[in-house]
């Protein structure tokens, strides 16, 4: 075919696309499954910590990345096993789509910090290339690619509060009109997730009793907003396990909670700790007071929920003699 039908889109070079990171309310782990993974129940929720990913035409699958804010990037690897790398390679081969992709990935969300940032990369990445190779997907169809990815991919496309089960990718949102208010606190070095998971198992090898009630405490919490409720709610099957594999991550919680935190909690599987905070100018103020304990540098507030991974900008080329 030439030319270009009339009324056609213009061509779109690159496309940028935002996704949030996530914080666990409750992270309920059930027995191993056959398949090593475990049975979860799980509340997420969305926060203003996010990752950029910029997709542009290429010879060939490559990715740069940058840290931005002080986050350090060092553990990103920058070859195919890069979760955005998978994400654009993974859609262009289910969609017959034979073109290649550049993609930029801008990060603030802390790299192996529990909190998703490179399942908020993939789903970036998905949305992406979805939108540069007009395929119109549909979230449901990019979330279920992206399950194959990783669980927490599909949370990354969706954004705000849901319930997450099976791993953590079968998602059913909840809906709350309040927003919270978070201090987080990074880790030193970061924890890997299947490390936590076994050491997990290994506590539990003589017997786990699940408390019954939890996810209605969280799901109570989020519907009337109360963050007092919210924050004596907040739990974590894998805290005891990242207490274990890095011990400073009980005190950084006393501390939190000493500086006026309504409740500190490790997020997924560590080391960032989650501190809750009565309102976004509180949360400020908690963070001023604790920079001279932990360093700005390990500091971020945000707020949740906030919406999943979303077209941010689509720049198009300009027709050669069209208006600009
Ligand atoms: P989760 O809570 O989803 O288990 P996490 O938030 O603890 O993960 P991530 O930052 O998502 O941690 O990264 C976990 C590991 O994945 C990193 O140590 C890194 O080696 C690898 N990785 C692959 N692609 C990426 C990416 N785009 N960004 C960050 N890490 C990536």
Redesign the pocket.
């Known amino acids: 075919m030439s030319g270009s039908p009339r009324n056609a889109p213009p061509e779109l070079p690159s496309v940028t696309v935002r996704a949030p990171a996530k914080v666990n309310l409750l992270l309920q782990v059930g027995p191993r499954r056959d398949d090593g993974f475990h049975d979860l129940v799980t509340v997420f929720q969305a926060v203003s910590l996010h990752e950029e990913v910029t997709v542009t035409p290429a010879e060939e699958f490559t990715v740069t990345?940058e840290g931005v804010g002080g986050t350090d990037v060092r553990?990103?690897?920058l070859d195919d096993?890069?979760?955005?790398v998978r994400a654009a390679r993974l859609l262009a081969e289910r969609a017959g789509v034979t073109e290649a992709v550049h993609l930029h990935?801008r990060?603030e969300?802390?790299?192996?910090?529990?909190?998703?940032?490179?399942?908020a990369?993939a789903a970036a990445a998905l949305v992406a290339c979805d939108a540069l190779w007009r395929l119109r997907s549909g979230l449901d169809a990019l979330a279920e690619l992206g399950a194959e990815l990783?669980s927490?991919v599909p949370f990354g496309l969706h954004g705000r509060t849901a319930v997450g089960t099976g791993r953590g990718e079968h998602l059913a949102p909840v809906l709350t009109n309040a927003s919270f208010a978070w201090v987080f606190v990074l880790g030193e070095e970061?924890?890997?997730?299947p490390t936590v998971f076994a050491e997990c198992d290994r506590q539990r090898a003589s017997g786990y009793e699940p408390r019954p009630g939890r996810l209605e405490a969280v799901e109570t919490a989020l519907r009337s907003g109360d963050a007092d409720a919210l924050g004596a709610a907040l739990s974590n099957d894998l805290q005891d396990a990242a207490f274990a594999l890095a011990p400073g991550l009980a005190a950084t919680i006393a501390v939190g909670r000493r500086a006026g935190a309504l409740a500190g909690i490790v997020s997924?599987?560590g080391p960032t700790v989650a501190l809750l905070a009565p309102s976004a100018p509180a949360a400020r103020r908690l963070a001023l007071d604790l920079a001279p304990v932990f360093g700005t540098e390990r500091l971020r507030t945000a707020t949740g929920p906030v919406p999943g991974a979303r077209v941010l900008e689509a720049v198009s080329t300009p027709t050669p003699g069209g208006r600009s």
């Not at 192996?112 to 399942?119: K, R």
């Not at 970061?190 to 997730?193: I, K």
């Open positions: 990345v553990g990103v690897p096993s890069n979760l955005a990935v990060k969300v802390p790299v192996a910090g529990g909190m998703a940032g490179g399942s990369d990783g927490d970061g924890l890997s997730t997924g599987s």
